[in-house]
């Protein structure tokens, strides 16, 4: 895509699809930015002119700058994000700032509520994620969804990679339960688990998180490459 300034006749075009669309000022400006100016960064960011449907990704990015700044402290520069181009189907976007290591969000989600992993040691020294935030912040698109893909259930690791099917990693998984629960107070994967097969341990296993409601809450454990069984679905991810 290539960029393009956004004109005065862009800007109220912006504003009528956000009227149309029943967006007003007053809800824009509790994310801490004029309306308005805010959805001219996020297009610039998205590095397009106004149509309808990047309107509508805008206002995606606007929970995220929330969460950010409440939860974590973080301040979201919008201009820097890298957003994958929509698919049809996948309309959840998840955000993911520099210093948005597995250990640290795992640790974030301790202080909102309980957790539990399978190892003592910091998870930084033994997930290998195949995005990381090196080059900047990024973004994907996920199904809106709280169960992990049913299109996916039965599906190892293995058999996602030979099918070129992008899953999300660790830390995507994290930060989804995080900003889920931050709006909502619920959980993601009551009843499965997702394979993060957008990572792997340093030994080869796979990340598997899932809310356990009578134990230990969120579960951050592992499988083998090969494992499958129905319960067990990666989420896939558009990068």
Request: hydrophobic share 40%; glycine share 8%.
């Amino acid at each position: 895509m290539t960029t393009k300034a956004v004109t005065t006749a862009q800007l109220e075009s912006i504003r009528k699809m956000c009227a149309d669309k029943g967006i007003g000022k007053d809800m824009l400006q509790q994310y801490g930015l004029d309306g308005f100016a805010f959805v001219v960064h996020a297009l610039d960011a998205i590095k397009t002119a106004a149509t309808p449907n990047m309107v509508r990704w805008a206002m995606k990015l606007e929970p995220w700058v929330k969460f950010y700044r409440e939860v974590m402290n973080t301040a979201m520069n919008v201009d820097a994000i890298r957003i994958p181009e929509h698919h049809e189907g996948f309309d959840r976007l998840i955000v993911v700032m520099p210093s948005m290591t597995s250990e640290r969000l795992f640790q974030f989600c301790k202080t909102r509520f309980q957790a539990w992993k399978w190892t003592d040691k910091n998870l930084d020294e033994l997930v290998i994620s195949e995005r990381t935030t090196t080059a900047g912040p990024y973004a994907i698109w996920v199904r809106d969804r709280v169960e992990a893909d049913e299109e996916l259930a039965g599906k190892s690791y293995n058999d996602l990679k030979a099918n070129n099917i992008i899953g999300v990693t660790l830390e995507e998984r994290l930060l989804n339960e995080l900003e889920y629960h931050f709006w909502t107070g619920s959980h993601k994967d009551i009843q499965n688990v997702t394979l993060c097969s957008g990572s792997r341990y340093s030994g080869g296993y796979i990340p598997g998180v899932y809310w356990d409601g009578v134990g230990d809450g969120l579960r951050v454990g592992r499988c083998g490459p090969d494992g499958r069984r129905s319960g067990l679905r990666s989420r896939q991810a558009v990068s």
